[in-house]
């Protein structure tokens, strides 16, 4: 696992979709500055000097229990055991299933 692609909100950016068609370097390098805007869950953990949102001991906060339920963007849980895996120094993690809602 790079280290350089964990991604702050618990997402491993080494798998994402996105990353080699917008040639994101992943979460760490961008430091809050993602090819579609400013992360406000990256800019919280890098002000409060953490590589991630695991080693926050309000985990999971409001902001990212928002990213988790978000209905186009969120996952089913694999983000927090993400996160809990990486700050007990687990070099592992889940690749996200996002949600699938049907829109009728």
């Known amino acids: 696992m790079d280290k350089q692609m ?4 618990g997402a491993y950016c ?3 979709e996105w990353k080699d068609k917008t040639n994101c370097p992943g979460c760490q390098t961008c430091q809050s500055k993602l090819f579609w805007g400013e992360c406000s869950i990256a800019k ?5 000097g953490y590589n991630h949102c695991g080693y926050c001991s309000n985990l999971p906060c409001d902001k990212l229990q928002d990213a988790f339920n978000n209905e186009e963007h969120g996952d089913n849980g694999e983000r927090l055991i ?3 895996n990486w700050a007990s120094a687990k070099e592992n993690y889940l690749k996200l ?3 699938k809602l049907n829109k009728e």
């Open 6 to 9: 964990i991604g702050m909100c």
């Open 14 to 16: 080494g798998v994402c």
């Open 44 to 48: 919280c953990s890098i002000g409060k």
């Open 82 to 84: 993400n996160l809990k």
């Open 97 to 99: 299933r996002t949600l």
